[in-house]
């Protein structure tokens, strides 16, 4: 036994979260999670930044309070907002999320990207900055995926609903000639049986999840802080929400679930 095996924390504004977490897990199985849905205040999209920094600001003290050794910030609209915030004021490590402009940008044939993110996001110094660096070459046609969210949360992600609207949002990027879409937001993989099902063979949808979760991974073994247990009894994930946990749970039992044993995954409400 070594290394150090407080939980790893990981949080968003609802379930979206759960698409980084899913890899998470794969990666380093032998962890202890602290999963946060701030649900009560879902979505975080159009917020302004200073309200989102107040709301991480509360999270993360909360998941310090448990704790946690890293946290994950699996929601690009909240990193946009307040990583450096939270960089600043905490000295825990902090993982955060950023559309993945710059992989599509290099691997693009077709000179063109399409990118769907929160309007928080894509007003962040990241995406400006990366699109700037990556992207100065390429046709990227944005869209900022308003409702889509909303959609994830209620339990809609594959709904007459939820085509009617992504195909609203993606069909201009289709003729832009896009062969590359960036998910830029941790709720939109839920959409993805929707998106494959509109979009033509030769585009690639970029989730950044499986990219996180292994950058977590370095950063915890550089900073010694991986768990090296090996008992696998001894994993479990605690899930707190804001406010009601009904569709995380739904999420859960479908994304989560097959690798965990019931009696290890706890659901919690807890005020912010
Ligand atoms: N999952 C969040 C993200 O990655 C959703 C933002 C929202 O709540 O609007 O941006």
Known sequence: MSGNCNPIGIFDSGAGGLTVLSELVKVMPNEKYIYFADSAN?????????????????????????????????????????IDYLRNSYSIPFIGMEPAVKPASQNTKTKSIGVLATAGTFKGRLYIE??????????????????????????KADSPEAEQLLHKYIDPMVDCNIDHLVLGCTHYPFLKPVL??????????????????????????????????????STSIDFYSSSNTEVLKILVEMNIRPQYRIEDLYFNNVKL
């Open 42 to 82: 879902c979505p975080y999209g159009s917020k302004p930044a200073e309200e989102i920094i107040n709301l991480t600001d509360k999270i993360t003290r909360f998941l310090t309070t448990k704790g946690c050794k890293v946290i994950v910030v699996a929601c690009n609209t909240a990193t946009a907002a307040a």
């Open 196 to 233: 494959e099902r509109m979009l033509p063979n030769h585009v690639t949808i970029v989730d950044p999840a499986p990219a996180v979760a292994l950058q977590t991974k370095r950063v915890a073994e550089n900073s010694g802080l991986l768990c090296n247990q090996n008992l696998v009894d």
């Open 130 to 155: 990366t699109s700037r660096k990556y992207a100065a070459d390429v046709n990227v046609c944005y869209q900022v995926g308003e409702g889509l969210v909303e959609l994830v949360e209620s339990g």
